[in-house]
């Protein structure tokens, strides 16, 4: 089972498109952090949030804790063929914050 | 900059073998991370490091076995390989817990036939 449930699974949209990812869980973590992967790579940071209800922007990305510090949000403005991806959130537990859980993932793509 | 090395990037197994992933880095980082990913799914954690000679379970330990003798190098050993462990590994580092970032590998493709 996923701590960590991202939705959605896959999403195909237009260059230009607006889109939002969430990462939603039960449990609360003591930080969250968004990253990216592209196909035979590892994972590359985005953003890390720690603090409940935090916004964080990065160029046409925005990303958001939640209050409760139990989900997580990305906002990609005006999506380009770059932002092609599997994006994926990842929590420190709270009991234990050497332990990061990964969400399932989001599998985007940007089509010109 | 080298950042995280793994090696092999690609290994076929048959069942019953066993293997060992390298995993080394020139961060001088204290953290050490094994992760698994299958197709279509995040990362789950198996072991992680906290410094040398310190190391703990994940998510999904069972089947794998960790040492971290120097602060560089963090092996994941797979004892009798099973389909269940084909899979890409990926190996990441960090200079602390929680809010630090974590460099990845470009992963291990590992196939038990």
């Known amino acids: 089972t996923q701590l960590l449930e991202q939705s959605p699974q896959f999403l195909s949209i237009q260059e230009g498109e607006n889109l939002t990812v969430y990462c939603n869980s039960s449990?609360?973590?003591?930080?969250l952090q968004w990253y990216r992967q592209e196909p035979g790579e590892g994972p590359v940071l985005l953003v890390t949030?720690?603090?409940?209800?935090e916004v964080k922007k990065l160029k046409r990305l925005t990303f958001q804790f939640g209050d409760a510090r139990k989900d997580s949000s990305l906002h990609i403005t005006a999506a380009q063929p770059g932002d092609t991806g599997l994006y994926l959130c990842?929590?420190?537990?709270?009991?234990?914050?050497?332990?990061?859980?990964f969400g399932s993932g989001t599998k985007l793509n940007v089509k010109p | 900059n080298a950042g995280v090395t793994q090696t092999p990037k690609f290994r076929i197994l048959k069942i019953g073998q066993s293997m060992t992933l390298q995993c080394t880095q020139d961060?001088?980082?204290?953290?050490m991370y094994w992760y698994r990913q299958d197709p279509g799914m995040g990362l789950k954690l198996i072991y992680y490091?906290?410094?040398?000679?310190?190391?703990d379970k994940g998510e999904v330990p069972n089947g794998y076995n960790v040492s971290r003798s120097t602060t560089e190098d963090f092996p994941l050993r797979l004892e009798l390989a099973a389909p269940s462990q084909t899979s890409v590994y990926f190996c990441?580092?960090?200079?602390?817990?929680?809010?630090?970032?974590?460099?990845f590998g470009q992963g291990t493709r590992l196939t038990v036939v």
């Open positions: 449990s609360v973590f003591s930080s």
């Open positions: 961060m001088n980082h204290n953290y």
């Open positions: 490091s906290v410094g040398a000679g310190i190391t």
């Open positions: 990441a580092s960090s200079y602390g817990p929680g809010t630090s970032e974590a460099f």
């Open positions: 949030v720690v603090t409940g209800g």
């Open positions: 990842a929590g420190a537990g709270e009991d234990n914050f050497n332990k990061f859980y």
